[in-house]
């Protein structure tokens, strides 16, 4: 029965060391967790300024805008060639 108890007591031990149960961030040091990189192999996040985010949040949102209103205007078009067939065909 104590092997058991043993085999339990080392599968818990082996999930509380899985690198998604580890503290990730030691203070204000964000070092990855999988990896030990030397400083200049490490990703370097670029800037961006205020400006130009609202910059790209603004040109993304237009353009969803302009597709929007295609799609608007392909499902009117659509609807209406439809329903001119359907009358046509009621009609005749």
């Known amino acids: 029965m104590s092997s058991i108890q043993d085999m339990n007591n080392r599968m818990k031990?082996?999930?509380d060391l899985m690198p998604s149960k580890r503290p990730k961030f030691k203070g204000n040091n964000r070092e990855t967790i999988y990896t030990e990189l030397s400083e200049e192999d490490k990703l370097k996040f670029k800037?961006?300024?205020?400006?130009?985010?609202?910059?790209?949040?603004?040109?993304?949102r237009?353009?969803?805008?302009?597709?929007k209103r295609l799609e608007l205007i392909i499902l009117t078009l659509f609807l209406g060639v439809l329903s001119a067939f359907l009358i046509y065909k009621i009609i005749s």
């Open 13 to 15: 031990q082996n999930r």
């Open 47 to 60: 800037e961006f300024s205020d400006f130009q985010v609202k910059k790209e949040i603004e040109k993304i």
């Open 62 to 67: 237009k353009e969803f805008k302009s597709k």
